[in-house]
């Protein structure tokens, strides 16, 4: 097997880190599908991923050689200090800085690789003279959909060769106003057309710019938040009366491509968790419903700015 064939990595994972007080996201360009237009970053959390490439490694396989390997405990650390020396205000920001900084340090890593999801927080409502507001103190963990950020920085001057940003474990219900019909009827097929239907679907959107280093949020008005791109799912979710989950997402991915001319491909994974209705003798628009079985159906789809000139 040659060298360029050849999987060889390590890292470390599941890396819990915790920062309060970080930079505030400040200057974003807003949406009308959105009211989020920055945060505060008072508690900033994520569990990170590090993988390292590099052929001096290869020792450490073939002849038990470990003279060159770095400890993952000790990329644990790295990334834990590193924490506290982040100055921005992205989770792709800090992904770029902790591998930026990682080169630096050990010059026989040739490649590095990082992933996050968010571990967010939600400041709890506190009485004020003005009704509830925010607190400034007190949060609660967040059990909701998640940031995600992913970079891959090799050693050179433009060190980003990719990146990756998204939004995952969204969840979402509609209680009317989705359909699925028309769909292949054969000799297999039990399941029955449904007119109307209360939808229920998980949802892991993904999206990468033009430029990668927009996603470093540098230029605010150029990142994109993961907030709004939820709020975008949310608002298209109540708009369309769709006829299928394929179809839900890619009206979804039309309108992000819009929004966002600064990137280059929206990607998606969507669940079908739809509950299913208990009888049919209920009056008006009420039903009792049940959780579906396994197993699960699930659609992968991506979206360029090509398929955006196709609906013009």
Do not use: C
Request: glycine residues 8%; without cysteine.
């Amino acid at each position: 097997m040659s060298d360029d064939e050849r999987a060889m990595n390590y890292g470390k994972e599941q890396v819990a880190v915790y920062r309060t007080y970080a930079e505030p996201l400040e200057g974003v360009r807003t949406i009308p599908e959105s009211a989020f237009d920055g945060r505060e970053n008072v508690l900033f959390g994520a569990e990170v991923r590090m993988q390292v490439e590099g052929e001096s490694f290869l020792p450490s396989f073939s002849e038990a050689d470990n003279s060159m390997v770095i400890a993952t405990d000790s990329m644990k650390n790295f990334i834990l200090h590193q924490a506290g020396e982040y100055d921005g205000a992205t989770l792709e920001g800090f992904l770029e800085f902790v591998g930026s900084r990682f080169l630096d340090t050990y010059d026989h890593v040739e490649a590095v690789e990082l992933s996050a999801t968010e571990l967010p927080f939600d400041p709890r409502p506190v009485p004020t003279d003005d009704g509830f507001e925010p607190s400034e103190l007190v949060y609660r963990v967040s059990e909701n959909e998640s940031g995600y950020g992913e970079v891959r920085l090799d050693r050179g001057d433009d060190r980003i060769a990719e990146g990756r940003s998204g939004m995952t474990d969204l969840q979402l219900v509609k209680v009317r106003g989705s359909s699925f019909t028309d769909f292949v009827q054969d000799e297999y097929t039990s399941l029955p057309e449904r007119e109307d239907r209360t939808l229920y679907i998980g949802l892991d959107i993904y999206w990468s710019y033009e430029d990668p280093t927009d996603a470093l949020g540098a230029d605010p008005e150029e990142y994109v938040p993961a907030e709004q791109v939820r709020d975008i799912a949310h608002v298209l979710f109540e708009e369309t009366y769709s006829n299928s989950i394929q179809d839900l997402i890619y009206r979804i991915g039309e309108r992000i491509l819009e929004r966002y001319p600064q990137l280059a491909e929206v990607e998606f994974e969507a669940q079908n968790r739809t509950w299913l209705e208990v009888g049919d003798d209920h009056e008006g628009d009420a039903a009792v419903l049940r959780e579906p079985p396994r197993p699960t159906g699930f659609q992968q789809f991506s979206m360029d700015r090509s398929d955006l000139e196709g609906s013009a």
